[in-house]
């Protein structure tokens, strides 16, 4: 599937389906929680707590609260 698109239909109450290879090369599991962004003519989904809340990094993350924050973004908060 690489970066080739997929073509999906939606169903009758707004949903589509992510194909199995997408959802195993993310470790998407049933019940997770993913997230989705509208940037301009495009969605985005990615999986929630993989990526700092403040600046999308994905490296260094912390669990804080409900929310998961990167290292840099803990010292630029601390700075403040």
Same mark, same amino acid.
């Given at each position: 599937m690489g970066n080739q698109?997929? !073509?999906k239909k939606i169903d009758n *109450?707004?949903?589509i389906?992510?194909? !199995?290879?997408?959802r195993n090369n993310l470790?998407?599991?049933?019940?997770?929680? *993913?997230e989705i962004f509208l940037e301009s003519d495009h *969605? %985005?989904?990615? =999986?929630t707590g993989q990526y700092c809340r403040i600046?999308?990094?994905?490296? %260094?993350?912390? =669990?804080?609260?409900d929310s998961?924050?990167?290292s840099n973004c803990?010292? =630029?908060?601390?700075k403040c």
């Amino acid at each position: 599937m690489g970066n080739q698109g997929v !073509k999906k239909k939606i169903d009758n *109450l707004g949903r589509i389906v992510i194909p !199995k290879e997408y959802r195993n090369n993310l470790k998407i599991n049933k019940y997770d929680e *993913l997230e989705i962004f509208l940037e301009s003519d495009h *969605l %985005s989904i990615r =999986k929630t707590g993989q990526y700092c809340r403040i600046c999308g990094g994905g490296t %260094s993350i912390h =669990k804080v609260e409900d929310s998961y924050i990167c290292s840099n973004c803990i010292i =630029k908060i601390k700075k403040c």
